[in-house]
């Protein structure tokens, strides 16, 4: 039995903050609360305010809002000697790190951060920073090394009833299956987080279950006018809470399925959205990513194949340099998808095959 999803890191005096607060609310108490405690002296309830801030300026892609308020928790987390509250504001500079693309980074924050929960005793941010490393892990494409991982942090957050690190989990999976080509329960998977979220009321969770769904049964059922649909419902989510990131990788999404429908003119417009909303809030892999789809849509637009190849080129560079090892992968497809020749005349697949 699952209860009602909560926000962990909403602490302190903004305990009482839902999971679906709008994230413009959550910073606007959090700023109030945080300036009492500076007022009061309290270090630990400054850290605490100081962590909801921080998220709240995370998920608005506010970055060196968010950079500038979770290195600010943690200075009076360890001023105040709370270990509990140094490692979630490890946490939270792990998951901006990664937001970044900064992977090297998130992974060292974020392994702190979990030796911090632990010595601290505090299970939850023990539990967050370990789900942080696997996604890491995932969004680089080291699939083998961090399912188990998952599936490990699955049964965990089933055992305790913890409706919303559950969802989190059964997505990190799907989306390894839906990767690595297992489409049927990638979908399973997705629907099954989708109704375990609206069950616990965690609206965050749903939208980001639904994307997930939108994109099996474009790609497995070719079914794109119910794969708009649930994005839809999801953007709607996402604009109501103020999910800037979600927001821009729901875009990319329903731009990927109407290339896959072959409606290349709309595809281009929505990849452009996307790539102007990532790069308002320096997010370099949702960046990359529209960057791809809109190059596929200008080639098939009729755009010179050079300028595609080079555009092409450049994409696999930065991709290779974050780290994101399955972006670059689909890259290296998109040559062979458009009938193009890298500029240096073979992909990094191709050269190490020699």
Same mark, same amino acid.
């Given at each position: ?21 709008? *994230?413009?609310? !959550?910073?606007?108490?959090? !700023? #109030?609360?945080? #300036? ?21 300026? =995370? @998920? ?11 290195? &600010?928790?943690?200075? &009076?987390?360890?001023? +105040?000697?709370?270990?509990? +509250? ?11 790190? $990664?937001?970044?693309?900064?992977? $090297? ?13 632990? =010595? ?17 892990? #995932? ?8 399912? !188990? *991982? ?16 559950? !969802? ?9 299956? =839906? ?17 375990? +979220?609206?069950?616990?009321?965690? $609206? ?6 639904? =994307? ?7 790609? $497995? ?7 708009? &649909? ?8 996402? #604009? ?13 999404m329903r731009a990927n399925v109407l290339f896959r429908a072959r409606r290349y003119e709309e595809a281009r417009q929505v990849y452009e959205e996307a790539l102007a909303e990532f790069r308002a809030m320096s997010e370099p892999r949702g960046e990359a990513l529209a960057r791809l789809g809109l190059v596929k849509s200008l080639a098939r637009l009729g755009r ?7 555009? *092409? ?7 290779? @340099?974050?780290?994101l090892l399955n972006a670059r992968d689909m890259v290296d497809k998109a040559y062979a998808e458009l009938g193009v020749t890298p500029v240096g005349g073979e992909t990094e697949e191709e050269s190490g095959r020699r």
């Amino acid at each position: 039995m699952h209860s009602k999803a909560l926000a962990p890191e909403y602490q302190g005096a903004l305990t009482k903050m839902s999971v679906n607060s709008s *994230l413009t609310d !959550v910073l606007a108490e959090g !700023v #109030r609360h945080l #300036r009492e405690a500076e007022h009061s002296g309290s270090q630990r309830e400054v850290a605490r305010c100081g962590l909801a801030v921080a998220e709240a300026h =995370r @998920r608005l892609g506010n970055v060196k809002e968010a950079d500038q308020a979770w290195k &600010a928790s943690y200075r &009076a987390a360890r001023s +105040a000697g709370d270990l509990g +509250a140094m490692a979630w504001a490890l946490w939270s500079g792990g998951t901006l790190a $990664r937001q970044r693309g900064e992977l $090297r980074l998130a992974f060292r924050l974020l392994a702190l951060a979990a030796d911090m929960g632990k =010595r601290g005793g505090d299970i939850v941010a023990r539990g967050y920073s370990l789900a942080g490393l696997a996604e890491t892990g #995932r969004i680089q494409g080291d699939y083998q090394t961090v399912a !188990v *991982l998952h599936e490990q942090l699955l049964a965990e957050a089933r055992a305790r009833g913890e409706a919303r690190h559950t !969802v989190w989990a059964l997505e990190g999976i799907a989306q390894i299956h =839906r990767n690595t080509g297992s489409l049927d329960s990638a979908l399973a998977m997705f629907e099954e987080a989708a109704q375990l +979220a609206g069950n616990a009321d965690d $609206r965050r969770g749903r939208a980001w279950a639904l =994307r997930g769904m939108a994109d099996i049964i474009s790609l $497995r059922d070719d079914d794109p006018e119910r794969a708009l &649909a649930l994005l839809t419902e999801a953007e709607l989510t996402c #604009r109501e809470m103020k999910l800037s990131s979600a927001l821009a990788y729901n875009h990319k999404m329903r731009a990927n399925v109407l290339f896959r429908a072959r409606r290349y003119e709309e595809a281009r417009q929505v990849y452009e959205e996307a790539l102007a909303e990532f790069r308002a809030m320096s997010e370099p892999r949702g960046e990359a990513l529209a960057r791809l789809g809109l190059v596929k849509s200008l080639a098939r637009l009729g755009r010179d194949r050079n300028e595609t190849a080079a555009d *092409l080129d450049e994409l696999r560079r930065t991709l290779s @340099r974050i780290g994101l090892l399955n972006a670059r992968d689909m890259v290296d497809k998109a040559y062979a998808e458009l009938g193009v020749t890298p500029v240096g005349g073979e992909t990094e697949e191709e050269s190490g095959r020699r």
